[in-house]
């Protein structure tokens, strides 16, 4: 007979709408930080690296928090867990993420200077 898993799903964290490239106005970001440091997660499920943080070295310092507090981070759009192991590799992901992120902001930027020279 199949053991039955007791885990429980006790929060959802959800930062609809809010940039990731900073945490500053990221409440529900700073709300799991807390969690993390306050032994309240051990398990965060988010769909991909540049979804958590788009800031390398607060990505860096995130890991470095759910390590020592041993917590696991799911990447469910590649069905995986973070491990430590290949550090590197996720590391090289959050640099993509946070240079596309600088890239679209450039993107837009000039597409609004564009827009606003065609109007006068």
Same mark, same amino acid.
């Given at each position: 007979? =199949? =053991?039955?898993?007791? &885990?429980?799903?006790?929060?959802?964290?959800?930062?609809?709408? =809010?940039?990731?490239?900073? @945490?500053?106005?990221? @409440?529900?970001?700073?709300?799991?930080? +807390?969690?993390? &440091?306050?032994?309240?997660?051990?398990?965060?499920? @988010?769909?991909?690296?540049?979804?958590?943080?788009? +800031?390398?070295?607060?990505?860096?310092?995130?890991?470095?928090?759910?390590?020592?507090?041993?917590? &696991?981070i799911?990447?469910?759009?590649?069905?995986?867990?973070?491990?430590?192991?290949?550090?590197?590799?996720?590391?090289?992901?959050?640099?993509?993420a946070? +240079?596309?992120? &600088?890239?679209?902001?450039?993107?837009?930027?000039?597409?609004?200077?564009?827009?606003?020279?065609?109007?006068?």
């Amino acid at each position: 007979m =199949k =053991k039955q898993s007791k &885990k429980k799903l006790k929060k959802i964290i959800n930062n609809a709408g =809010k940039s990731g490239t900073t @945490t500053k106005k990221r @409440t529900a970001y700073q709300q799991m930080v +807390d969690d993390i &440091k306050g032994k309240k997660v051990n398990l965060i499920i @988010t769909k991909d690296v540049e979804r958590l943080n788009r +800031d390398l070295l607060e990505f860096c310092k995130f890991l470095n928090l759910t390590v020592q507090n041993n917590v &696991k981070i799911y990447f469910y759009l590649t069905n995986e867990y973070y491990d430590i192991n290949q550090d590197t590799l996720i590391k090289i992901r959050a640099v993509l993420a946070e +240079d596309y992120s &600088k890239s679209l902001s450039v993107k837009a930027r000039e597409a609004h200077i564009s827009r606003q020279e065609k109007r006068n």
